[in-house]
């Protein structure tokens, strides 16, 4: 079975500065899709970015970036110039390519980012 | 642009009580989710509906039940409440691709004491 690890329970990071929260994942599939979502206090779940397994190219939104390395099996998160709405809990995502996994994610334990202004 | 809608927000039951957690979304999605969070636990998932008219288990199912009345809703029952279901409940959906994002409800913290 899939399993997917945050190591880095919390996080601290300065305003505008850069922090990077680590994933890693086992799987023995080939085809498989990551995300990470973020949970500010308002409780709400939101999709940060997502990164395909069959792609080589990081993904990246605006100050967002991944580096995943697939043969580490490691997906971390790069947060550049920390804004003090970043402050939430992160959690990364697994999902499997094949067909019958019911499209069903495995998530990490997350990790709570802290700015300090 | 409702997104997902789950109620109620917040809810505090006794031992042995049941209740249902009403969740409907307007994106058309087929596929639609029942999550509870703990602590330290990241989300663990309770049934899935790939469709109107299916459901299946998930990691954590014991306790619950669920209806998918319509391709909208997907609601969440607790039969007779457990302290041990004390969690926040979040309901979702996604497209039908395997990169589709999940959209969540705002979630419903339940307290059983």
């Known amino acids: 079975a899939q399993t997917v690890t945050q190591s880095q329970p919390e996080m601290s990071v300065q305003e505008a500065e850069t922090v990077t929260l680590s994933c890693t994942y086992d799987?023995?599939?080939?085809?498989?899709?990551l995300f990470w979502y973020k949970q500010p206090p308002s409780r709400q779940m939101i999709l940060v970015i997502r990164q395909e397994a069959y792609k080589q190219q990081n993904a990246t939104e605006n100050r967002f970036s991944v580096n995943f390395q697939k043969a580490a099996k490691s997906f971390s998160l790069k947060i550049s110039d920390s804004q003090l709405g970043d402050a939430a809990m992160y959690f990364c995502?697994?999902?499997?390519?094949?067909?019958?996994?019911?499209?069903?994610?495995?998530w990490g334990a997350g990790t709570k980012l802290i700015i300090k202004p | 642009n409702a997104g997902v809608t789950q109620t109620p927000k917040f809810q505090v039951l006794k031992t042995g009580q049941s209740m249902t957690l009403q969740c409907a979304q307007d994106?058309?999605?087929?596929?639609m989710y029942w999550y509870r969070q703990d602590p330290g636990m990241g989300l663990r998932l309770i049934y899935y509906s790939a469709s109107e008219g299916t459901t299946d288990k998930g990691e954590v199912p014991n306790g619950y039940n669920v209806s998918r009345l319509n391709k909208r809703e997907f609601s969440l029952r607790l039969e007779s409440a457990a302290p041990s279901q004390t969690s926040v409940y979040f309901c979702?959906?996604?497209?039908?691709?395997?990169?589709?994002?999940?959209?969540f409800g705002n979630g419903t913290r339940l307290t059983v004491t």
């Open positions: 994106m058309n999605h087929n596929s």
């Open positions: 799987t023995s599939e080939s085809d498989y899709y």
């Open positions: 995502a697994y999902r499997s390519g094949i067909m019958d996994s019911n499209y069903q994610l495995i």
């Open positions: 979702a959906s996604s497209g039908p691709l395997f990169n589709s994002p999940l959209h």
